[in-house]
């Protein structure tokens, strides 16, 4: 997916709950979820809840709006649902790590427990 610039200022001005929503929406099509990576995988922690946090996307432009400070030359790559279902998850499981749904520098975006985004992929991939 292309995202001009005029599109991309309406996504960053949603809420975090809509961009969760712009989220699904965009993977069902694509069926792909994006990271950050550089020298490992984008993480960070939440100070305010005190949970570290996975980042994910729906498209490598969207990723790649946060590839800066810390995260500066940092990619975005691509899972394809069933490698993010069937390896990431139990990854971050492990980890004690939860979701970032579409963080942008702003705000840190839609907070989710793996095992909750992996139930509703399934019911959401299942019908």
Do not use: Y
Not at 15 to 30: G, K, L, M, P, V
Not at 58 to 87: C, H, I, M, P, R
Request: charge should be negative; hydrophobic fraction near 45%.
């Amino acid at each position: 997916m292309t995202i001009d610039q005029k599109e991309l200022e309406t996504i960053l001005l949603l809420d975090a709950e809509d961009r969760n929503e712009f989220f699904f929406d965009q993977i069902s099509e694509t069926g792909l979820v994006w990271g950050l990576c550089g020298e490992g995988w984008a993480s960070f922690l939440d100070d305010a809840q005190g949970i570290q946090l996975f980042p994910i996307w729906s498209d490598q432009e969207l990723a790649e709006v946060n590839a800066k400070g810390e995260w500066e030359g940092f990619e975005g790559k691509s899972f394809t649902l069933q490698q993010f279902v069937e390896e990431l998850i139990p990854e971050l499981l492990q980890a004690n790590m939860q979701l970032s749904i579409f963080k942008i520098p702003a705000d840190s975006g839609f907070i989710a427990h793996p095992e909750v985004l992996s139930k509703r992929l399934a019911s959401k991939f299942a019908s």
